[in-house]
């Protein structure tokens, strides 16, 4: 498919239909982001929350449902941290297999539901770089910071510092929104800050070069406006904070291959062998091995999935962005989800499998995003986006869940029918 052509309209489906659909039989596979999906997006990772409903459901629907997450799952700020904090003193997710199963990382951190971590292609080089990061960005920013902040910030520089720098171990990263709402809605002090952050990230990707690392990383920006090919690699291009919007706030240093659209197909892979025992892109198929580019991605699965064995997907977001080029027309698209939807999108058209793209409506929490209340996805879609949004979810995390349980629910209530009539 051109990747420019608009496909052809297809009319939104409520989210009771996508149930019913999702009833009617065949295999399918569910893929999830995490932050803003399930949960509110908040200034500080540290108080993230996860419905225990919301874990319980997730178990329920094993073998049918796995995340794909530029965030992680281990670490002190990881998704597993929420998990055992929803559940205390109600279950052992390690014992239960109440862990979030699926990628982290954006696709290099793969865990079982039971928790078991693995980072397929991730060489010791590579990880203690890694290590050495967050410390080297609590000293730059303790150093830069001051001439950046109003004095009102000050005294709380340290604990900002804090809740700023991420230390994930595969994607250690910079989370604006603190210092955002430190300097408040002046749009010259927030663009100054996306500066410094990239600044600092940039130093720290010449610092891998001169360490050998030179090919082992790439610098994620969310939310973002697409890839400036222009740009040495296709580098992300930056979102700047203006007066109504705090634009690019999450800057990760992440692993090559940590691409949310090769993520999407490890889980493919997955879910193919878990159904037949056979793994079509082969059993040590992983996301530093894989093509990196779209058409490569999408032509690989041409090649070597046979139609019958494919399931159907649904795929679930909320980071996309569109906003007008400019003078020289058309539109620039990003957003860290926008990859793995379009990927979805385009091999159930050419697999036949009616897969279904969902939005779900992140503006409810700390961090600014655009609505969708009005039905309209401005600042999200455009007229001529080639992303069809197939089911929209304005209220946000918590319709999600709630939809997710009944989900859950019509799964078990299928499965004790099947049983019962085995």
Not at 37 to 58: F, G, K, N, S, T
Not at 94 to 116: I, K
Request: hydrophobic content about 40%; some cysteine.
């Amino acid at each position: 498919m051109n990747a420019q052509a608009r496909p052809p309209a297809r009319s939104r489906i409520s989210p009771d239909a996508l149930l019913d659909e999702l009833s009617s039989g065949g295999p399918w596979l569910l893929v999830q982001d995490l932050d803003g999906v399930c949960m509110e997006l908040v200034h500080d990772p540290r108080l993230r929350r996860l419905d225990p409903d919301y874990v319980q459901a997730a178990r329920q629907l094993e073998g049918r449902f796995a995340v794909l997450t530029n965030g992680e799952h281990e670490g002190s700020r990881g998704v597993n941290r929420l998990v055992e904090q929803a559940l205390a003193g109600t279950a052992d997710p390690a014992a239960e297999g109440l862990y979030l199963p699926g990628l982290g990382a954006g696709g290099v951190q793969l865990q079982s539901r039971y928790g078991q971590l693995t980072h397929p292609g991730v060489s010791q080089e590579e990880v203690s770089f890694l290590a050495s990061v967050p410390a080297w960005l609590h000293a730059a920013l303790g150093e830069r910071l001051p001439a950046l902040l109003p004095a009102a910030a000050q005294e709380h520089r340290a604990g900002l510092i804090e809740m700023t720098v991420l230390d994930n171990p595969l994607s250690p990263s910079l989370n604006l929104n603190p210092l955002m709402a430190a300097v408040g809605d002046e749009p010259g002090r927030r663009r100054e800050l996306q500066a410094l952050a990239l600044e600092l990230m940039q130093a720290l990707l010449e610092q891998a070069a001169a360490a050998g690392l030179e090919e082992s990383f790439f610098l994620h920006l969310a939310p973002n406006l697409g890839r400036d090919g222009s740009l040495g690699g296709g580098q992300e291009r930056l979102k700047p904070a203006d007066q109504g919007s705090s634009g690019t706030t999450d800057f990760q240093l992440m692993l090559r291959g940590g691409l949310k659209e090769v993520g999407l197909l490890v889980l493919i892979n997955q879910c193919i062998h878990r159904r037949t025992g056979t793994a079509p892109l082969g059993l040590e198929f992983h996301g530093r091995n894989a093509p990196h580019d779209h058409a490569g991605l999408l032509d690989l699965c041409r090649s070597a999935i046979d139609p019958a064995l494919m399931p159907r997907l649904v795929g679930v977001g909320d980071t996309i962005t569109s906003q007008p080029a400019g003078a020289g027309g058309g539109w620039l698209r990003g957003g860290s989800d926008r990859g793995f939807l379009t990927l979805l999108q385009e091999l159930g058209d050419a697999f036949g499998t009616a897969n279904r793209v969902v939005l779900v409506d992140s503006s409810g929490g700390e961090v600014d995003r655009p609505s969708l209340a009005d039905g309209r996805l401005e600042g999200l879609s455009d007229p001529e986006d080639p992303l069809r949004i197939d089911t929209t979810m304005p209220g946000g995390p918590r319709e999600y869940i709630r939809w997710f349980r009944a989900l859950a629910a019509r799964q078990s209530t299928d499965a004790l029918q099947a049983s019962t009539v085995s």
